[in-house]
């Protein structure tokens, strides 16, 4: 299947995702400008009516850039938010949306009634099925070793059983942090890299300063994979929770029940404001640079890892 119009003129395939707290107007404008999609979660704009006053910013700072933005709708039944946000969403057209935690088919219906497209979140097949049967336009495959909420399962599996029957956009998450792996998400069967902890480590991020040295310094040993903090599975910086407190080899076990994301959003913000979300793939991060700079580190590797991949199988020069 062809891709949609917004995607084909990015300048890498790379769809930044979106990260509570650290993602806002100064980081999404930086990715678009660098011809990636840039991307926040809703809920970062704090109070609800903040929502309004970022998509003014950054619809007029992105105009007439190559690459769209999305936004980050967290459809699960205790966010009390998500209609009067998805009503500032359709106020602004929003051209592409992210869905997690709950596939939900009056949502895509609006979405598709401005004329966007929704990309859903899934760790898994079976969820992969049940958010096309409810209408989403694509898949976001969140594999073992992403940052923040992610999933268990290896992404040669999750690829492999996605691409058996869907056809459509996928994007392919789980330390994704070089150029390299951009390429290998490719080659699984993914049309987008999903990538978010590189830009932690960024002047743009909304995140303080021991925070993105700690991704600069830490390495995939760094990182812990727990359901406490939120009551979902995610990875976190062992750093982090050392220092508030815990013992991060003897984390217990998280409930479902204390999932929570109304409109104050008190155990969430908590959550990723003192214990740091990171990806496995931290240790391809070695200093904090400028999104640009960043994406154009990342460009330079992809078209290197095409070349260095022609050569192991045989090839002498890179097909364009």
Known sequence: ?????????????????????????????????????GSFPALNARPAS??????????????????????NLIVHRTNSRLQEDLA???????????????????VNAAVHGWGGLVLHDVIDNSFARKAIEKGADGLIAVAAGAGGHAGSQSPFALMQEIRAWFDGPVALSGAIACGRSILAAQAMGADFAYIGTPWIATPEANAVEPYKQ???????????YS???????????????????????????GDKGQMDFGSGGSLEAKAWKDIWGSGQGIGAIRAIEPVADRVAALLAQYMSAQDELLGRIGMATRVD
């Open 1 to 37: 299947m062809p891709l949609p119009a917004p995607f084909r003129s990015l300048r890498l395939p790379v769809i930044a995702a979106p990260m509570f707290i650290v993602s806002g107007p100064d980081l999404v404008i930086a990715q678009v400008r660098a011809g990636i999609v």
């Open 50 to 71: 903040q929502l309004d006053e970022w998509l003014h910013r950054i619809t007029a700072a992105t105009q007439g850039c190559d690459a769209p933005f999305a936004v």
């Open 88 to 106: 500032t969403l359709e106020k602004w057209k929003v051209p592409l949306v992210i869905t997690s935690l709950g596939a939900n088919t009056e």
């Open 214 to 224: 700690a991704i600069v310094d830490g390495s995939a040993a760094d990182i812990v």
């Open 227 to 253: 359901n406490l903090f939120t009551g979902v599975h995610g990875n976190y910086l062992r750093p982090s929770i050392a220092a508030a407190g815990m013992d991060p080899d003897n984390l217990p076990h």
